[in-house]
């Protein structure tokens, strides 16, 4: 695993998929009842901007430091900005942070992390809480050991490095054996968007699950037509919460206009079902 998300952490795909990730978990605090959130690939926790991996990169300067010192309307951003502003000046943090900060009492979160390094950071940050618990272990295992939660309601993180070649394919199995576990479960699932052809057919694959109620979302920052670059980053959302696309969509295309992506654009379409 050659993979660490330093060299990326604060990118337009960092601010986009947690974005719509604050907005899902909130969702998850209209009703009192605990929930549970899986978090399959989860990294370190928090990531130093300045660091020399980070600064190798700067991805940071075209995301979220944009949105952060943008003139602009930014409420619609208003509580995943709140996360961002309680950390220490100059880190940001992901997804295992930004889910602990949506933890009520009676919640409970758990990590997978299987980079050797990355695992240990992660247990170090969250020692002692009693609330989370990180594992050593791939993120698909962790699904067939925690699915379904005891509480009955939950939130399963997918988001995988895309460093082997059949990760679509993973992808896919692994939400069809979670499903059955836990048909009435929110999950996201994040992927790169490179070139149309692999998503072409990872759409119809999704489609051949027969789940009922799959959204996807796509963030462009200009068209597909350079394989070997990111061109944009997309999310599937599985049984999504009532209307939750009239809250992403608009925000999405502020983010178009906030990071200056002239050619980019934002397509959110039902792959199965309607709300």
Not at 80 to 102: D, E, M, N, W
Not at 223 to 235: A, M, Q, R, S, V
Request: net charge positive; with cysteine.
């Amino acid at each position: 695993m050659n993979y660490r998300h330093i060299y990326h952490a604060g990118n337009f795909s960092d601010v986009v998929k947690h974005y719509v990730l604050t907005l899902l978990l909130q969702k998850l605090h209209e009703k009192e009842k605990a929930f549970s959130i899986i978090d399959t690939h989860a990294g370190i926790g928090v990531y130093n901007l300045q660091s020399q991996q980070a600064l190798k990169t700067n991805e940071a300067q075209e995301g979220i430091l944009k949105l952060l010192h943008s003139s602009q309307d930014r409420s619609f951003f208003e509580q995943y900005l709140k996360v961002i502003q309680k950390q220490k000046t100059g880190f940001y943090p992901g997804s295992p942070v930004i889910c602990r900060a949506f933890l009520r009492s009676q919640d409970r979160l758990w990590l997978s992390e299987l980079h050797p390094e990355d695992f240990q950071s992660l247990t170090r940050y969250f020692d002692k809480d009693p609330q989370v618990k990180v594992l050593h272990q791939d993120g698909y295992t962790s699904l067939k050991a925690l699915l379904p939660p005891r509480e009955k309601r939950g939130f399963i993180l997918i988001d995988p490095p895309f460093e082997e070649r059949n990760e679509f394919k993973t992808l896919v199995n692994g939400l069809r054996e979670s499903y059955k576990r836990f048909a009435t479960g929110i999950y996201m699932i994040w992927f790169p968007i490179k070139d149309l052809k692999p998503i072409k057919e990872f759409y119809a694959a999704l489609k051949g699950l027969e789940i009922p109620k799959i959204l996807t979302v796509e963030f462009l920052r200009k068209p597909p037509i350079t394989p070997e670059f990111l061109n944009g980053t997309g999310l599937i959302i599985v049984n999504p919460p009532w209307k939750i696309q009239e809250k992403i969509e608009p925000a999405l295309e502020r983010l178009l206009k906030i990071f200056e992506f002239t050619e980019g654009y934002v397509r959110l379409e039902w792959l199965c079902g309607e709300n």
